[in-house]
């Protein structure tokens, strides 16, 4: 059963760090693209941060370009998003998904699987 568990969320000042991570079982990450995405209320789904493991992309939305970080520890089935920086307008729930095509798509739609989600609220 493929399963994803995010932790990490929590309260941070502007300007504050948060370290987000994404526990996969069930598979393991070679074989899967694993994208971050975050939705504010009354705000649409947002596309944060894609990584394929099997060959190494990397994708950033331009709203988090230079502060996000995203990366996996095969070892540990985990991937993380190192968030610097943190703005007001970061606060979301943010979820990880996977996609058995590793193909990191923007749209959440392309993926199969879904954690619960972490909330990170900013306050400025």
């Known amino acids: 059963e493929v399963q994803l568990v995010e932790s990490g969320g929590g309260l941070v000042q502007a300007g504050g760090s948060l370290r987000l991570s994404c526990a996969a079982s069930?598979?393991?990450?070679?074989?899967?693209?694993i994208g971050w995405f975050r939705q504010a209320p009354g705000k649409e789904r947002e596309g944060v941060s894609c990584?394929?493991?099997?060959?190494?992309?990397?994708y950033y939305a331009e709203s988090v370009k230079g502060r996000f970080t995203i990366s996996s520890d095969n070892a540990k089935n985990t991937v993380y998003l190192q968030m610097n920086s943190l703005k007001p307008e970061d606060t979301a729930v943010y979820y990880c998904?996977?996609?058995?095509?590793?193909?990191?798509?923007?749209?959440?739609?392309?993926?199969?699987?879904w954690g619960q989600g972490t909330q990170v609220t900013v306050s400025s």
């Open positions: 998904l996977a996609d058995p095509l590793a193909l990191c798509s923007g749209s959440s739609d392309e993926y199969d699987y």
């Open positions: 069930g598979f393991t990450l070679d074989d899967y693209a």
């Open positions: 990584i394929s493991s099997s060959d190494g992309r990397i």
